[in-house]
T-cell receptor, first 111, second 113 residues
Framework: GENVEQHPSTLSVQEGDSAVIKCTYS??????FPWYKQELGKRPQLIID???NVGEKKDQRIAVTLNKTAKHFSLHITETQPEDSAVYFC??????????WGAGTKLIIKP | DTAVSQTPKYLVTQMGNDKSIKCEQNLGHDTMYWYKQDSKKFLKIMFS???????INETVPNRFSPKSPDKAHLNLHINSLELGDSAVYFC????????????FGDGTRLSIL
């Protein structure tokens, strides 16, 4: 079936450094790729999303890039801060417009 | 004013019992969802529902059933609770189909004794 693979499962970076999380998807018809952040004990919240007609999107310190040919998309966080520590989920639409979710990446920001 | 609210926040019950979790959204969205998040943090879609169709994840046991009295509410009923049902259950909503941002509730932590 369709799936979304997310890597790495855990990422530890020094405060101030950049973090990159990558996802690959299998459905070539996927056209919507959101990223959600879930802090410990809290609900997932959308932080950025991109559609298939765009290659890159930025919002302050976060950016998402999409490579439709290779069927992968990435989340980039620059100048990481302690409050960036969380679990990040990527997702992609399936052909019937259902979202398929990645398994999550636990991002740890070391002081 | 909470956009997606679910009750109760915590639910502790015995194996074999039947329980319900309620969800309400005041965003005017027409699609609502139920997710299960287990101890490994994986988010598993259980149901998505709008006023046109109910889409059920085929891996969800039929002990789980969504009930929608109106567009703003999607409740989750669980019969004959099992130990493996222990998890955090999230309700979410979106405007339109899955290619729109989803807004999540704060979750219900279900613990089966």
């Amino acid at each position: 079936g369709e799936n979304v693979e997310q890597h790495p499962s855990t990422l530890s970076v020094q405060e101030g450094d950049s973090a990159v999380i990558k996802c690959t998807y299998s459905d070539s018809a996927s056209n919507y790729f959101p990223w959600y952040k879930q802090e410990l004990g809290k609900r997932p919240q959308l932080i950025i999303d991109i559609r298939s007609n765009v290659g890159e999107k930025k919002d302050q310190r976060i950016a998402v890039t999409l490579n439709k040919t290779a069927k992968h998309f990435s989340l980039h966080i620059t100048e990481t801060q302690p409050e960036d520590s969380a679990v990040y989920f990527c997702a992609a639409t399936y052909s019937n417009y259902q979202l398929i979710w990645g398994a999550g990446t636990k991002l740890i920001i070391k002081p | 004013d909470t956009a997606v609210s679910q009750t109760p926040k915590y639910l502790v019950t015995q194996m074999g019992n039947d329980k319900s979790i309620k969800c309400e959204q005041n965003l005017g969205h027409d699609t609502m969802y139920w997710y299960k998040q287990d101890s490994k943090k994986f988010l598993k879609i259980m149901f998505s529902y709008n006023n046109k169709e109910l889409i059920i994840n085929e891996t969800v046991p039929n002990r789980f059933s969504p009930k929608s009295p109106d567009k703003a509410h999607l409740n989750l009923h669980i019969n004959s609770l099992e130990l493996g049902d222990s998890a955090v259950y999230f309700c979410a909503s979106s405007q339109g189909e899955g290619d729109q941002p989803q807004h999540f509730g704060d979750g219900t932590r279900l613990s089966i004794l």
